[in-house]
């Protein structure tokens, strides 16, 4: 069925390094998909969103493509700072009802 | 920065007691939803709202849960009997441009 899957688990990186989070879809059809960031004890913000005309969203220094030939949408940050360790969600819209399907998670641990 | 309103912050209930929790969407968005985020950080979805009628709920929203998003007062999801596996982060979100849903900081709640 349609599902979404991410890197999950626990990712460390030194701050200053590259940043990829692995995110691919299952789905008969084009979805809608998002990478939502959340920090500690608060909600899940929304960090980028897909576009359908091959625009490459961009937020905080952060960057995803959706690749339909791959069914991926990667997120992706050329320098990690401390402030980034967080858990990060891949999730995507399904249906016409809005509903999110996330993820699992992957938490983002940026070391000195 | 998301303004849905959600509370109260934390609930603390006994095993069979009732716990309700509430939400104010954002204003303007139509669409509202409830999630719950357990210890292990998963997301399921619980039942969305359009105004003031069911889209869609799972099964254990229509067993032991009870919603509604009455028109000019606040969103609400009960549970009337508690159970300890009921203990999580309860997200209330809302819909805007763009199926971009922005969430509410969250009800803990703790079953004992």
């Known amino acids: 069925g349609d599902s979404v899957t991410q890197t999950e688990g626990l990712v460390t990186l030194t701050e200053g390094l590259p940043v990829m989070l692995n995110c691919t879809y299952q789905?008969?059809?084009?979805?809608?998909l998002f990478w939502y960031v959340q920090h500690l004890n608060e909600a899940p913000k929304l960090l980028l969103k897909?576009?359908?005309?091959?625009k490459r969203p961009e937020h905080q220094g952060f960057h995803a493509t959706l690749h339909k030939s791959s069914s991926s949408f990667h997120l992706q940050k050329s320098s990690a700072q401390l402030s980034d360790s967080a858990l990060y969600y891949c999730?995507?819209?399904?249906?016409?009802?809005?509903?999110?399907?996330f993820g699992l998670g992957t938490t983002l641990q940026v070391q000195p | 920065n998301s303004k849905v309103i959600q509370t109260p912050r934390y609930l603390v209930k006994g095993q069979g007691q009732k716990a309700k929790m509430r939400c104010i969407p954002e204003?303007?968005?139509?669409?509202v939803f409830w999630y719950q985020q357990n210890k292990n950080n998963e997301f399921k979805f619980l039942i969305n709202?359009?105004?003031?009628?069911?889209?869609?709920q799972i099964d254990m929203t229509e067993k032991r849960f009870s919603a509604e998003c009455p028109s000019n007062s606040p969103c609400s999801l009960e549970i009337q009997s508690s159970e300890a596996g009921d203990s999580a982060l309860y997200l209330c979100?809302?819909?805007?441009?763009?199926?971009?849903?922005?969430f509410g900081p969250g009800t803990r709640l703790t079953v004992l």
């Open positions: 999730a995507w819209i399904t249906g016409n009802t809005g509903k999110l399907i």
């Open positions: 789905s008969t059809y084009s979805p809608f």
């Open positions: 897909s576009f359908t005309d091959n």
């Open positions: 204003k303007g968005h139509p669409v």
């Open positions: 709202f359009q105004n003031q009628e069911v889209l869609q």
């Open positions: 979100a809302s819909i805007g441009l763009d199926y971009e849903q922005y």
